[in-house]
């Protein structure tokens, strides 16, 4: 009796299993197709890294100064109207014209000075030595006339009250006077007339010539109070005296306007300084550099092998952090920045929605717009 096999036993898969393999295959297949599209679509739009950057605002040196102090610091964020430097002009020559002038004022001054002192003693000496003799002489007259007035009442009391019977030797001065040689009575009255009149013009001169001098010594005594103004005007004192406090006025003004606060027209942060107190600073160069955080723009540098495609007037998709997406649009090669390591860079402006705020320097990151 022989064994075989049953005839019934199929010896291939069924066909419900090769149907889903292949369906399986396909579906492998689909999104394999899919995975390269995409990542043939990334490649022809490549995504790249730029950074933020500023205007940069130079403050420069209008004229030669001497930096006095400077207020900021490197990286220090600022505001409109803040002063960041202080410097003073130098070189001024109205500054050393008018300081000459003041200098020849106050030499001029003090000579006019001593020879106003020297000469004001000399003639205040001779009017005082004037003074003294018109005293005396006054003095003197007042003496005289004061002896004549006696004289003249004498007379006047004589001839009054006197008869010439009655003079004697012992009688006095006046009576052995007209005894000489003996006179009537008529004649002892004009006698005595003529001495009382020539007694009291006399006292009369010397009263005017006393006035005289006491006049004078009035006159003196006013030109002594008056004499110093007198010289003062002679030698040019007051003139100068004038003219010295307005030199200086002219040069405190000059000097204040040569002390210069030099301040910040916009927002932004101090990207540069350039100077240091006590340097001197020639006009034309550059004291502070500034980075404008109103104007900013992207610093982006592009492999030499993707320049394809990059041109003056393309538009980018800037993804700023949080998923926030600006554009902007290429403005052209930055010809500050020469190509370096086979790459070259070009500045993109913003264009479309405002940029959002971010630090100066950040990385976003860029790709061309389609």
């Known amino acids: 009796m022989t064994d075989s096999a049953p005839a019934d036993v199929p ?38 890294q730029a950074v933020v950057m500023a205007s940069q605002r130079e403050l420069v040196a209008k004229k030669d ?46 000579v006019a ?9 000399l003639r205040l000496d001779q009017i005082d030595a004037e003074i003294h003799e018109l005293s005396v002489q006054a003095a003197d007259c007042l003496k005289q006339h004061f002896s004549h007035q006696v004289q003249r009442e004498a ?69 002594k109070s008056e004499l110093p103004l007198q010289i003062q005007k002679t030698h040019g004192i007051d003139g100068l005296n004038r003219q010295i406090p307005s030199l200086e006025t002219q040069i405190a003004s000059l000097e204040s306007s040569r002390i210069n606060a030099m301040r910040v027209t916009g927002e932004g942060i101090v990207t540069g ?24 723009y992207l610093d982006l540098s592009v492999p030499s092998e993707q320049l394809d495609g990059i041109s003056v007037g393309r538009r980018f998709e800037i993804s ?28 993109i402006d913003p264009v479309g929605m405002l940029w959002p705020h971010v630090p100066i320097g950040a990385r976003v990151s860029v790709s061309p717009a389609e």
């Open 65 to 110: 100064v001497i930096v006095q102090e400077v207020l900021v610091t490197d990286g220090q964020s600022v505001n409109t109207g803040d002063t960041l430097v202080v410097v003073r002009t130098i070189g001024d020559e109205d500054v050393q014209s008018i300081q000459g002038r003041l200098t020849a004022a106050k030499q001029q001054l003090a």
């Open 11 to 48: 010896t291939h898969p069924s066909r419900p299993a090769g149907l889903i393999a292949t369906a399986t295959v396909a579906i492998l297949a689909v999104f394999a197709g899919l995975s390269v599209s995409r990542w043939i679509s990334a490649d022809d739009q490549p995504r790249m």
């Open 155 to 223: 007379w006047l009391d004589f001839a009054k009250n006197s008869d010439a019977s009655q003079l004697s030797p012992n009688s006095g001065v006046l009576a052995a006077a007209l005894l000489e040689p003996s006179p009537s009575s008529g004649a002892i009255q004009v006698r005595a007339m003529l001495e009382q009149e020539s007694a009291r013009n006399s006292a009369e001169v010397f009263d005017a010539k006393a006035k005289l001098c006491e006049a004078r010594i009035a006159k003196l005594k006013t030109l």
């Open 273 to 296: 300084i350039r100077c240091r107190a006590g340097e001197r600073v020639q006009a034309g160069e550059t004291l502070l550099v500034v980075a404008d955080s109103a104007i900013r």
């Open 113 to 121: 000075v001593a020879k106003q002192d020297l000469e004001t003693k």
């Open 320 to 347: 700023f952090p949080g998923e926030q997406i600006r554009h902007g649009v290429l403005r052209g090669q930055l010809a500050t920045r020469p190509a370096e390591n086979g790459h070259v860079t070009f500045r």
